[in-house]
């Protein structure tokens, strides 16, 4: 399985409707509004790095409203730590 962040900008008050639009493509695990220099986050999920750029990543990329996105591919994810 292959994992990615999508850092996403959006045309002015779009982040919102956005990030909701963003939520239900397939592969996508979680889509965020947020502030900051980008204005919906998302995390998304394939089996391979193909699947990843031809789907789902594709597909983020024309909805509308999205100005700019920049993808980052998971190199390795930590385990959370256990708290008393």
Partial sequence: MVQAYILIQT???????????????????RAEDVTGPYDVIV?????DVEALDE?????????PGITRTLTCP???AA?????A
């Fill in 11 to 29: 045309e002015v008050g779009r982040a919102a409707a956005v990030a909701s639009e963003v939520a239900g493509i397939e592969g996508v695990t």
């Fill in 79 to 83: 385990a959370p730590s256990a708290t």
């Fill in 74 to 76: 998971v190199v390795s």
């Fill in 55 to 63: 789907k789902v990543v594709s597909a983020v990329k024309i909805v």
């Fill in 43 to 47: 995390h998304v999920e394939a089996p």
